[in-house]
């Protein structure tokens, strides 16, 4: 794909010269998710407001130009990458809170807003917005209703489509939709709100959201408990999820992540530590101590090794943060990895980490897997050097082989982080074939021509 002088200009024109950049070593700020690099767009356009967005994507609809709206570029799927280069659509100059509404319990912000501003302009006034991907601190709002994000929080409380209202977005022929409601509730039409949320920016470019808060609740209890075998932590986040009591987070990190964890923040864990629970309760301050207790007891019953309370707020947050790190220090084991987020019934968890564990050891591969056990999310990380023979086939044949058993153990393929480029070859594995052309009529009735973020989700 090439932009003509005459396209650029008219880009110009829109959204002001500063704007709009066709430099190469500008390009570069926007060839890269958290995985892949060097893909070059044409062009990066940073649209202030709906109306320009309008008038980029009606200019692009005019000249078949491919569009693909970006937030922070923290994806781990490829899903802001330009595959046909064209036009990359920045969100993070739309980073207003519009409104933040204390008697209905809803926030109005734009696309480009920081999940974690967010988090705290909400919490200053008293009010909870639960979503918390772990990339709270650098990714968008508007990512993560693209991708409908989930987070450490979402065993509790849901992920980013259960606290979204209503929309404002443009559909690639330039017209503005408003989907959805600003109401606590609402069933008029078809809910073209929930097709758009997870959509990878394949419908429609969102520009305003109206979102649910709750109240913040009143205390929050955090534990670290450690375990010496990965069966008996796995079987403990079983044993918690039946017990009735519904934890904030419960997160699980086996060995290789811990080591990770501890070169990060040095959390002085026994010898001997094969896997790590993060624990969390909130609530009124009795509800929540009365909730931890409980859970710690399934521990104990379960043969933990160390229970671990975060007394203050800087344990916490020394303990969160040593979690969030994980997923960037991994390249600590090989330059390459592929990350996959599988989700399984809480209840089958036991089994797939059994599987994984036998993978690791038949594939000589470096294998780490993290994440929102709670929920049944497992992030395995498998290192690789995609420069040493043998190595991808080997890792290739590992994914194929943990999508198969996700699914036979009644799972899905991805709990949080979308199909974009990365999944498209094992869809078919999930999806059957009418409902996969059903989903490929809903794109080309929203975008007949093909131009928004083409390549993804289907190829
Ligand atoms: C260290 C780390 C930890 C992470 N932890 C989590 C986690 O716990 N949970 C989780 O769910 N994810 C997690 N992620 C993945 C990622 O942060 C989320 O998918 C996030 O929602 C992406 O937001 P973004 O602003 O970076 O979007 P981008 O990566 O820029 O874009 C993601 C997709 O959204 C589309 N898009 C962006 N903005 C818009 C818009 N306004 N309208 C339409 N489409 C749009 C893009 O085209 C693309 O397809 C993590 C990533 C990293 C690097």
């Not at 000249?63 to 993070?92: D, H, Y």
């Not at 489509?161 to 209503?166: E, N, S």
């Not at 294998?367 to 043998?390: E, P, R, T, W």
Request: proline share 5%; aromatic share 6%.
């Amino acid at each position: 794909m090439h932009i003509s002088a005459r396209v650029f200009k008219k880009l110009q024109a829109i959204t002001g010269k500063p704007y709009c950049k066709i430099e190469k070593e500008d390009l570069a700020c926007y060839a890269y998710d958290a995985i892949t690099r060097d893909v070059f767009p044409d062009v990066v356009v940073f649209p202030e407001n709906t109306g320009e967005v309008s008038e980029i994507l009606t200019l692009a609809s005019r000249e078949k130009i491919p569009v693909v709206p970006r937030g922070s570029g923290t994806g781990t799927t490829g899903g802001s990458l330009a595959l046909s280069g064209g036009i990359v659509l920045v969100m993070t100059r739309m980073n207003r809170i519009i409104h933040i509404d204390r008697d209905n319990f809803v926030a109005r912000v734009e696309p480009g807003v920081i999940t974690g501003d967010l988090h705290n302009a909400v919490e200053a006034v008293g009010l909870f917005y639960p979503p918390d991907p772990s990339s709270a601190s650098f990714s968008t709002l508007g990512g993560n209703v693209a991708e409908c994000a989930g987070g450490p929080r979402a065993v509790k409380y849901g992920v980013t489509r259960d606290y979204v209202l209503g929309l404002t977005a443009v559909l690639a022929t330039g017209e503005v939709i408003k989907t959805g409601v600003q109401t606590a509730k609402g069933v008029v039409g078809y809910d073209l709100t929930r097709l758009i949320i997870g959509s990878e920016g394949t419908l429609a470019v969102v520009t305003e959201m109206t979102l649910k808060l709750l109240p913040l609740p009143g205390a929050v209890m955090t534990v670290a408990v450690v375990f010496d075998s990965m069966d008996k932590a796995a079987f403990t986040v079983t044993e918690i999820i039946r017990s009735g009591i519904i934890p904030r987070c419960v997160e699980y990190l086996d060995k290789a992540s811990i080591a990770c964890v501890q070169s990060y923040a040095n959390l002085d864990l026994p010898i001997g530590a094969e896997a790590l629970l993060i624990i969390e309760t909130d609530g009124r301050r009795d509800a929540a101590e009365y909730d931890l207790r409980c859970l710690t007891e399934i521990c104990r019953k379960n043969d933990c090794i160390l229970i671990k309370t975060a007394e203050s707020k800087e344990e916490k947050d020394a303990l969160w943060a040593a979690r969030k790190a994980v997923s960037p220090s991994l390249y600590m084991y090989g330059p390459d990895k592929i990350n996959e987020d599988i989700v399984v019934p809480r209840s089958r968890i036991p089994e797939m980490v059994k599987m994984i564990e036998t993978l690791r050891k038949d594939s000589g591969l470096t294998m780490v897997s993290f994440g929102h056990a709670g929920d049944g999310n497992i992030h395995v990380n498998i290192m690789l050097d995609k420069g040493k023979k043998g190595d991808l086939e080997k890792a290739e044949y590992v994914v194929d082989r943990i999508f198969d058993e996700t699914l036979s153990l009644g799972g899905t393929l991805s709990g949080e982080h979308g199909v974009g480029i990365t999944k498209l070859p094992y869809i078919s594995k999930e999806i059957g074939q009418t409902e996969r052309l059903l989903m490929q009529q809903i794109k080309t009735v929203f975008d007949p021509h093909n131009i928004l973020n083409p390549g993804k989700i289907f190829g």
